[in-house]
């Protein structure tokens, strides 16, 4: 490990949020049972604009600590393409160690060209996949909900948007094509050896004799052989119980409906999955409304009509792309967050989004994906549900005021056009002006 990635990782570089004397302790009781618990967090800011939307994100909690008496205490780890960097890794052991020990983990974004040409399991999203898998976080949650303010940003037309829409999006996350058996194999016939070099000639036809994939070979040669790549799709009766559970329950609290979404006119993974989700319905959850829809079929009812949507479940991949669909409805994927949970309550909290190297540095990213997820945080993993619904609330009215990230600006005047930080101390001024009324209920 080098030097660098030991100053970043080991040291317990973090802000403590202490916390404030002059708040009565009623209200701290009244804001949560939990007040004066101490939460740690494992933060992994990533790559591109991750370590400046984690920022946002920590002043946040860093202001609703110090209103109403949290103490959160920050760790970092590195994971992505910082880590390869630092420790030729993409999720070195000791950040899995540190999340396993943590209350939750808040990450930036992870990836960028830097690292594009890497093989597969050295990539950065390598990180990502490896951290949902080894923390065993199975269900994906997705909000996508159209802020009232952000209805100009939307790009559906006007009578589609007044309609409003409030999605919860339910993608499982450890399974699926991600994690399948995947591989290459190279074809039997070689061709195109009339200008390739007498030794070269050879370590290809060699190659050919051992089917093997894995025989180092020049790049240029590569161009000479036939291969195939293959990922699975399998899905385990077990898996697909267990995030059906998410779902109904979900659906359960919310609106009663749930939709499947799969691809069971082709797949047989997706006939599975729906045999299951209506074996499930019809045994355990008989008051919420079981609907399948066919993944392409979602696609395009996501655009025409999104308010027909409650809950929507459905695979790995699928919920992949449909939720990057989904969040441009809300005006910008820069306003989705998201929660990774598995059987107990520590978690793993996101913005959707990548890592967009191309903004990074600038200070222009949007940081309330990010913000909305650490509430999610406090939601699901610290049971801080009125700090959570302290900091949405603030984004809300943030937004009600007028306030603007370049990616959801739509006409809004230039000088209510901010930038990520001074985005964030508006939303930490609402937090602070804001929330002492409520408690004052
Ligand atoms: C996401 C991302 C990741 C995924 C990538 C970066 C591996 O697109 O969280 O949606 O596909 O799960
Ligand atoms: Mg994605």
Redesign the pocket.
Known sequence: MSRNDKQNSEKNMNYVTKNRTQHDTKNRIQHNKKSNTQHNIALLKGDGIGPEIVNSACKVLGAIGEKYGHTFIYKEYLAGGCAIDATGEPLPQKTIDGCMSSDSVLLGA??GPKWDNLAGDLRP?KA??GIRLAMGLYSNLRPVRLFKALKEASPLRASIVAKGFDILIVRELTGGI?FGERGREILKDVTNLSNVEKNDREALLNITKSDSHKTPLKPNLKTNLKESAFDTERYSTDEIERIGRVAFKAAAKRRCQLTSVDKANVLESSRLWREVMHRLGASEYPQVKLTDMLVDNAAMQLIRDPSQFDVIVTT?MFG?IL??EASQLTGSIGMLP?SSLGLGKRGLY?P?S?SAPDIAGRDIANPIATILSAAMMLRHSLCLPLAADAIEDAVEKTLDQGWRTTDIAADSPKNYVLGTKDMTAKIIEQILSVSDARLLM
Do not use: A
Request: proline share 0%.
């Open positions: 992870v990836g999203e990502l996949l991600y790995n992949d939720s990057d998201s996101e959707i990548g």
